[in-house]
């Protein structure tokens, strides 16, 4: 082989979740990582692909020592704990097509748990979930997972209210742009946070958002932040800022009802026309049956918002176009249900909802297209087969399964019971990353008899696993990169050979397949580049613009065209609000259900039928904050993607003492002899961690933050409540389901204690 030197360098593009991105390459080496030059404001996590052949990388296919003494008939030790033995792939093989079929034999189909929840590729073919899932079908099905760890309680909330999916009503929210043009008043509870509209699922070509936003603030529109992070709107946009206790977003929003209610201001035509359900709830807000009126003074109370801004902030509310914003981040706590019903609730009492800017929209900045304008193309994607097995959880309940086989639990008014999982199959995600209180998932783990990923790097999920199989990053395969979201399809060819021995999971489901004698049912005849040319052939159906795939694999993008037909202007339920007879919301009455009965037949104490504030489990007004006084959020990094790329150079440049950064108010630094850049140990009774302290004026006190993605490195490996070495803040959340309704992740309900770490004094 030539030297590096020596070598023509090879220029390819790229899709990730982050962006577009041209790469440069020579002698089976990536030598630099360029933003698109069409992209307006690149993501700088791009600079970490660099990391692609970071030591952390897996290499060989890989078996724990543990897992194979438990074969040979002695005790096996704690998964975690043990070291891997490297195997040949032909021999690892054999093992893994040897115990699927020894379990769908012995258990069945629902034994296997392969919900296998991640984002491991922006690619539309090696889609890791989808390659997953394809597969396990061919094979008789497996026991899957429903909804996500971002918006669970939104996912299931918003049908039951509006009648729709919430990804629909996503993609239906009023384009920033509109709001440059009719918005007043942006009310907007847990911000705007740009550094998650870096992201979009399937890749963005360009992020507007941040644009889109100053356009609308040069504009006149006026943006209130309610969030106990000051940073969650970008000081550009001179939001005004209401810190307010962490879990009282509900209460704040009953607050402003009542103002509405009492002094007559509330748009009585709209509730009456468009919403059913009105008469309970306002019982339960003027405090009718319970005595206690939800009023601006009670919401003080809980919120730390004074009442004198409540009651001003419900009239400017009215006083012109407004529109209310709801993260994502504010549904992921305890009742998270119900921040989203009850801004649906406020909205309809202001009355402009499918008015030109008005209403409420749920998730900008959450990722890059909500709100963007951009035209979407509707992408084609791995065909994934039927699931015969209809066993199923959702999706944060993983160690309820795996600790409960059999227990029975509710979930969206049905009574299901836990399936008896003995083997767990994970591609392209990190349950040791999105999950909450990895103590307790580190003794569910302990569980299944096997578990098998694939892994390009060397995460805590492939540290706790029995068969490791090195795989692909998408630097090292063909594939087409675009998300639906999005109008830009990138040609995503190959920019360096695989590292070590590592496969693409297509490559290694196809040689399963064929041990398994199911081959040609899961690869149809086809090879990497037949599927593409056949995804691509399935999209110029409908995209006459697009060239010949082979011209299309040479010029490396293709941007859509931007057609009327294509980008129908987005106004939510402008249809319904001009024609409610003729165009009537999917729920039960047609219209917008402030009351529910279906709900409120569910008999759910921690979900009845109505908007309410209930009292979450842990929070700043409870008794808990006696011992545990500070709040711990666990927001997205800004610095990549959840724990993707953690190794690269943008993700590490951040740390401190090459630990997390825990934010912290200045004041709760002085109390406990903290400094900046100081090692702190953060702790609750769940676990402890380790991170290195930033303090900062832009976070309320009482509250600390300490982003989710850093590894999961226990000091004893194996061992349960053994301090985390690297920051991990989910070794202390709370593993919780949001209500019976949607049993989502309330990792935001959570109190912790922080002191400066001193290791000398530390047992471990």
């Not at 005004?240 to 509405?260: C, K």
């Not at 578990?451 to 029995?466: C, G, N």
């Amino acid at each position: 082989m030539k030297p590096v030197s020596e070598t023509p360098p090879q220029r390819t593009f790229t899709m990730t979740h982050w962006g577009v991105y041209e790469l440069e390459s020579a002698g089976g080496r990536l030598l630099d990582v360029r933003p698109w030059r069409g992209d307006p404001a690149p993501s700088p996590i791009g600079r970490s692909l660099l990391a692609v052949d970071h030591p952390r990388r897996v290499r060989t296919p890989r078996v724990s020592r543990g897992w194979l003494d438990a074969r040979e008939g002695r005790r096996r030790a704690r998964r975690g704990s043990t070291e891997f033995v490297e195997m040949p792939w032909h021999e690892v093989l054999d093992r893994v097509a040897s115990e699927l079929d020894r379990v769908r034999q012995t258990w069945g189909n629902t034994a296997i748990y392969a919900g296998s929840y991640g984002w491991a590729s922006a690619g539309r073919f090696h889609h890791a979930q989808s390659q997953m899932h394809r597969f396990m079908n061919t094979l008789g099905g497996y026991t899957r997972s429903v909804n996500n760890y971002s918006f669970a309680a939104a996912d299931v909330i918003v049908p039951h209210v509006l009648g729709c999916s919430y990804r629909s009503l996503q993609d239906e929210a009023p384009d920033l742009a509109e709001v440059a043009r009719h918005t007043a008043l942006v009310l907007t509870f847990g911000g705007i946070p740009l550094k998650n509209a870096q992201i979009e699922p399937g890749g963005q070509g360009r992020h507007l958002v941040r644009d889109l936003l100053r356009t609308a603030h040069r504009q006149g529109c006026r943006f209130v932040n309610v969030s106990p992070l000051r940073d969650d709107v970008a000081a550009e946009l001179e939001a005004e800022w209401l810190p307010l206790r962490p879990n009282t977003d509900t209460a704040l929003m009953l607050g402003l009802a009542h103002t509405l209610y009492v002094e007559k201001r509330y748009d009585r035509a709209f509730v009456q026309t468009y919403t059913t359900g009105f008469e309970r709830f306002s019982r339960y807000l003027l405090g009718t049956d319970d005595g206690q009126p939800k009023d601006a003074a009670w919401a003080a109370a809980l919120t730390g918002v004074p009442a004198a801004r409540i009651r001003a902030l419900a009239r400017e509310l009215v006083a012109a176009r407004s529109l209310i914003n709801v993260s994502w981040s504010v549904q992921r706590a305890d009742h998270g249900e119900q921040p989203y019903w009850m801004a649906i609730t406020l909205a309809a009492m202001i009355g402009q909802i499918g008015l030109p800017g008005g209403g409420f929209a749920f998730g900008y900045g959450a990722v890059g297209s909500i709100g963007n304008g951009v035209p979407r193309v509707r992408m084609p994607s791995l065909p994934g087969l039927r699931n015969p097995v209809d066993s199923y959880i959702p999706v944060a309940r993983i160690s309820d399964m795996l600790l409960n086989p059999g227990g029975r639990f509710a979930y969206n008014g049905r009574n299901l019971v836990y399936p008896d999982i003995r083997l767990v199959y994970w591609v392209g995600g990190n349950p040791f990353h999105h999950h909450q209180d990895l103590n307790r998932l580190l003794e569910a783990w302990q569980r299944p008899e096997t578990i098998i990923v694939h892994e390009p790097f060397m995460t805590a999920t492939a540290q706790h696993a029995d068969i490791v199989l090195p795989a692909t990053t998408p630097l090292e395969r063909n594939d087409l990169g675009g998300a639906s979201q999005d109008n830009v399809l990138v040609a995503m060819r190959r920019a360096i050979p695989p590292v070590g021995q590592a496969r693409d999971d297509y490559a290694i489901f196809s040689d399963l397949a064929q041990r398994l004698g199911v081959h040609e049912a899961f690869t149809e005849g086809r090879s990497e580049m037949d599927w593409l040319r056949y995804l691509y052939a399935r999209l110029r159906v409908t995209h006459d613009d697009l060239p010949e795939f082979d011209v299309f694999w040479t010029q490396g993008i293709h941007e859509f065209a931007a057609t009327s037909s294509a980008h129908p202007p987005r106004r939510l339920l402008r249809a319904f609000r001009e024609q409610p007879l003729e165009h009537p919301l999917a729920t039960p009455s047609g219209r917008i259900e402030i009351g529910s009965d279906v709900i409120e037949s569910y008999g759910y104490a921690d979900c009845p039928g109505h908007p309410v504030w209930l009292e979450p489990g842990e929070w700043l007004g409870g008794a808990e904050a006696v011992h545990h006084p500070l709040h711990l959020l666990s927001n997205q990094p800004a610095t990549r993607l959840h724990s993707q790329w953690e190794h690269g150079v943008t993700s590490q440049q951040d740390k401190i003492n090459g630990l997390e950064a825990l934010q912290i108010n200045p004041g709760d630094a002085r109390a406990r002899g903290v400094r900046d850049g100081d090692v702190v140990l953060v702790r609750n009774a769940r676990g402890r961690c380790l991170a290195g302290a930033r303090v900062t004026d832009a976070l309320m006190p009482g509250v600390v933050i300490l982003p989710t993605g850093a590894p999961f490195e226990p000091a004893a490996p194996g061992v349960p409540g053994s301090l985390e070495l690297c920051g991990n803040p989910n070794v202390l959340t709370r593993d919780h389901g949001t209500s019976q309704l949607a049993q989502g992740p309330s990792a935001q309900t959570c109190l912790v204690e922080v002191e400066r770490y001193d290791p000398a004094a530390d047992p471990r």
